[in-house]
């Protein structure tokens, strides 16, 4: 798991600022994925990229935007916060021709 | 489009019960499926997969699930339950065709009581 690493672990922000959480990996996967868990919805796809020129949304990308800055590098940025983007998010990666994805320790986000 | 249903919020189970988290699904295509476990403030970790072949799958603690095509359903099982196996259990379905994003299930907790 630490193969996947994301930062920062936990975040307090208030509504309207920006933010930005990262993943980096060394795994030397291909595929990163940027995922949003909320209780009882399981966790949902916000953005994803198969490389580092592919940028794709997900069920639920609205107010979010993603930057692939290597393949080793997959940033989420919430542009304005609001409330109902407090969520746990994680980061996964996988490779083509590969089958389960691996997933970092995830970032604790509260909108305040 | 792909979909994943985790009939039960919540699982309870005595220690050294038996214990089955059920999942089903829905894809397109031939599906990969997977079972993932999430214990508290960690990531998720990965159980174990049904790619082809042996509709028995085994996995990492114990963990084992079966694939049935005709249900489209892939449970998880384990024959002896350990208080160390309350969690929170995802299953995630992948199609090989159509997509090649994981879809997620809405999640069971597992409580495994001494």
């Known amino acids: 798991d630490a193969d996947v690493t994301q930062t920062p672990r936990n975040r307090i922000t208030k509504t309207g600022k920006r933010i930005m959480l990262e993943c980096s990996q060394t795994?030397?996967?291909?595929?990163m994925y940027w995922y949003r868990q909320d209780p009882g919805l399981g966790l949902r796809l916000i953005y994803y990229?198969?490389?580092?020129?592919?940028?794709n949304k997900g069920e639920i990308s609205d107010g979010y935007s993603v930057s692939r800055q290597a393949q080793a590098k997959f940033s989420l940025s919430l542009e304005s916060a609001i409330p109902n983007q407090t969520a746990l998010y994680f980061c996964?990666?996988?490779?083509?021709?590969?089958?389960?994805?691996?997933f970092g320790q995830g970032t604790r986000l509260t909108v305040v | 489009a792909q979909s994943v249903a985790q009939p039960e919020d919540q699982v309870n189970v005595a220690e050294g019960n038996p214990l089955t988290v059920k999942c089903t699904y829905s894809?397109?295509?031939?599906?990969?499926l997977f079972w993932y476990v999430q214990y508290p403030n960690r990531g998720l970790q990965f159980l174990l997969k049904y790619i082809t072949g042996d509709n028995l799958v085994k996995g990492s603690y114990g963990f084992e699930a079966e694939f049935n095509k005709s249900q489209t359903s892939f449970h998880l099982k384990k024959p002896s339950a350990l208080v160390s196996d309350s969690a929170l259990y995802f299953c995630a379905v992948r199609d090989t065709i159509y997509g090649q994003n994981f879809v997620f299930g809405p999640g069971t907790r597992l409580s495994v009581l001494p």
């Open positions: 894809v397109s295509g031939n599906p990969y």
């Open positions: 996964a990666t996988s490779y083509t021709g590969g089958t389960e994805a691996f």
């Open positions: 990229s198969f490389d580092v020129k592919d940028i």
């Open positions: 795994k030397g996967h291909d595929r």
